[in-house]
């Protein structure tokens, strides 16, 4: 497995859009997390390989959604309606080992991580 290779961040006003993609493979499960100045690392969309279980955390849900391209080995996280308090540097994150649902959001889980994209949500 290689780390995962991140890419689509910049500055957005608010109530605008980014889409986050995350070159990957060789994984079970593949998350993104994202961690503010100040702030501890948090899960903030994950997803099984198969793409049947997907987590969100509660302050993304309905503005948020991940995706995958398994032709392109990529896996994307679409941002609509963003926030500044979406502001923060965004990591992909994968792991080779089985989670449960409930685990999927938990940064300790994951073991492969990308170097992070600056994510800023301004006017």
């Known amino acids: 497995q290689v780390q995962p290779v991140e890419s689509g961040g910049g500055l957005v006003q608010p109530g605008g859009s980014l889409r986050l993609s995350c070159a990957a493979s060789g994984f079970t499960r593949i998350g993104w997390f994202r961690q503010a100045p100040g702030k501890e690392r948090e899960g903030v969309s994950c997803m099984s390989s198969s793409g049947g279980r997907t987590y969100y955390t509660d302050s993304v849900k309905g503005r948020f959604t991940i995706s995958r391209d398994d032709a392109k080995s990529t896996v994307y996280l679409q941002m609509n309606n963003l926030k500044p308090e979406d502001t923060a540097v965004y990591y992909c994150?994968?792991?080779?080992?089985?989670?449960?649902?409930?685990?999927?959001?938990?940064?300790?889980?994951?073991?492969?991580w990308g170097q992070g994209t600056q994510v800023t949500v301004s006017s």
């Open positions: 994150a994968t792991t080779q080992f089985p989670l449960a649902t409930q685990d999927l959001g938990t940064p300790n889980n994951y073991e492969f």
